[in-house]
């Protein structure tokens, strides 16, 4: 498997602009997270989805930022307009529950950094 | 106060050494927990989880204090390759919880 895919892995962009992050999960897996990676703030879960439905989007910082799943194979992360605070490593991660063991781990995408001027 | 807190570090030691991370939970309820390496400018990833019993991983240890709320990580044999961020992760319903990471390098 090619594990959890993420593009673009670059995004530089100006304040204002619409940014789109796209996420690839592994193929069977049933939960999708999306993250964002500061120094200051560390990791910070935005949003997940299992099964394609948004199940806990408290994370979210503001009206600013949208996610959707549309197929089990496919997210995005939408950021309308991006402001330079926005800049961070953004995170896609995926997980399958499997109800014969008690853990269950999450598996990262490399990474979106983006950068906003 | 965070969910999860960890000492950032960062621990400097020998090839060779002994170190330990601790790492601090809120929730009781947690249900699961780990720890993820991350390698500078990568993605996080499982380096082992955490049982009741504790459970090693060949020079990697790690326990839970349920009581306490506090999981451990002890690396012996410290390896140049050991040089990374240590994040300590909690699960409750679904949502995990990271702690900042504890940074090692590990020093010929």
């Known amino acids: 498997d090619a594990g959890v895919i993420q593009s673009p892995r670059h995004e530089v962009t100006e304040m204002g602009q619409e940014v789109t992050l796209r996420c690839k999960p592994i193929s069977g897996h049933d939960y999708l997270f999306w993250y964002r990676q500061t120094m200051m703030r560390g990791l910070e879960l935005l949003i997940y989805f299992n099964n394609n439905v948004p199940i806990d989007d408290s994370g979210m910082p503001e009206d600013r930022f949208s996610a959707k799943m549309p197929n089990a194979s496919f997210s995005t992360l939408k950021i309308q307009p991006s402001e330079p605070r926005d800049s961070a490593v953004y995170f896609c991660?995926?997980?399958?529950?499997?109800?014969?063991?008690?853990?269950?781990?999450?598996?990262f995408g490399p990474g979106t950094r983006l950068l906003v001027l | 106060r965070k969910e999860v807190e960890q000492d950032p570090g960062p621990f400097n030691v020998p090839e060779g050494a002994t170190v330990a991370f601790n790492c601090t939970y809120s929730n009781s309820a947690s249900q699961s927990f780990f720890w993820y390496r991350q390698d500078c400018r990568k993605e996080p990833k499982l380096l082992m989880s955490?049982?009741?019993s504790g459970n090693e991983d060949g020079r990697f240890t790690a326990q839970l204090n349920r009581a306490s709320q506090y999981i451990s990580l002890l690396i012996r044999d410290s390896k140049l390759s050991d040089s990374a961020t240590y994040l300590c992760v909690v699960n409750y319903r679904k949502q995990f919880y990271f702690g900042t990471g504890t940074s090692l390098t590990v020093i010929p």
């Open positions: 991660a995926s997980s399958f529950r499997d109800s014969s063991t008690p853990q269950e781990t999450q598996y």
């Open positions: 955490v049982y009741s």
